[in-house]
């Protein structure tokens, strides 16, 4: 069992940025790839960003060269770096780890609210 608690949301004007954490335990978090997903209200689920545990990224093309997701195993954390940010960036943000077999590991957080308002 793995639990996830994400951080470091809030209200952000356009063009600022906010770096989003997700703390896990109860597993070896080194095993497990982290992916970042987010939410807007009446909208899908969508991926934002992913690392593999050996990391290996790959991003949303609407996030790419503005987001950056990271990990430090040393700390049982994963990073998602949020920079020029845009109003459209908007929505919940939720991490989750996820490895082989997938229908039996795989875990989410209880999200983060990022807002993109001036």
């Known amino acids: 069992q793995v639990q996830l608690v994400e951080s470091g949301g809030g209200l952000v004007q356009p063009g600022g940025s906010l770096r989003l954490s997700c703390v896990a335990s109860g597993s070896i978090f080194s095993n497990y790839g982290i992916s970042w997903y987010r939410q807007a209200p009446g909208k899908q689920r969508e991926l934002v960003a992913a690392i593999t545990s050996g990391g290996n990224t790959n991003y949303a093309d609407s996030v790419k060269g503005r987001f950056t997701i990271s990990r430090d195993n040393a700390k049982n954390t994963a990073y998602l770096q949020m920079n020029s940010l845009k109003p459209e960036d908007t929505a919940v943000y939720y991490c989750?780890?996820?490895?082989?077999?997938?229908?039996?590991?795989?875990?989410w957080g209880q999200g983060t609210q990022v807002t993109i308002s001036s």
């Open positions: 989750n780890a996820k490895r082989s077999p997938l229908w039996k590991y795989d875990y």
